[in-house]
């Protein structure tokens, strides 16, 4: 049976990857991901014209599987409660379980690397990362204003800065998960979020 190559072009994403989280896109070379890969490299330049375009395909993968998994949750979440507040609480506690799982230190997120990176990439590639990020604003950003309306916060927060604060949460706790080579620390940081958002949306006591 013909190969359709699709296995070689995700074998060179997947070691552009794992390196390019590692030591980043500049310090990654062409000839680093073809040794990685295994293959040589007229197979490489048949499946990416040049570093740029494996960017892209790249992003475009990554951010593919960051939309599912936001579905995903979100979608579980929904089914398992009626609530808004239970169902954000559930959808954090699902990463949560997820991540708690994790035998090595977080390997961190693409998008990250790439905006550590951004002078070298074109709007395109920038374009998509926004995109991504917007993606999480608008979907758990509605829950959350569900959340609001029922739920009062206690302190001044809006919907939209409290969809983004679980981003800001993943990066950081990858940063540390690998500064202290700690597992742990990305499923114990989400646990902190989990319970930020239980304070802020508790009841305030009667008086």
């Given amino acids: ?20 989280l590692g030591r980043g896109f500049a310090a990654t070379s062409v000839d680093e991901v073809i040794e990685r890969a295994g293959i040589t490299k007229g197979a490489f330049f048949y499946h990416f014209k040049s570093k740029a375009e494996l960017a892209h395909a790249l992003v475009a993968r990554f951010a593919e599987r960051d939309a599912a998994q936001l579905d995903d949750k979100m979608t579980r979440a929904e089914h398992l409660a009626r609530d808004p507040l239970q169902q954000v609480l559930i959808f954090v506690g699902l990463f949560q379980e997820e991540l708690a799982r994790l035998a090595e230190p977080g390997v961190g997120c693409l998008f990250a690397s790439f905006c550590y990176e951004a002078q070298l990439f074109d709007d395109d590639v920038l374009a998509m990362i926004r995109a991504a990020m917007a993606r999480w604003r608008e979907r758990l950003g509605a829950k959350l204003e569900a959340v609001i309306e029922r739920y009062p916060p206690r302190l001044p927060a809006t919907a939209e800065s409290l969809a983004d604060l679980i981003n800001t949460v993943f990066e950081g706790a990858f940063i540390m998960s690998r500064t202290f080579r700690d597992p742990k620390l990305v499923a114990e940081q989400l646990g902190h979020y989990r319970s930020y958002l239980e304070l802020l949306f508790q009841p305030a006591p009667a008086r």
């Fill in 1 to 20: 049976m013909p190969r359709d190559g699709s296995a070689t072009r995700t074998a060179i994403m997947d070691a552009a990857e794992a390196s390019i």
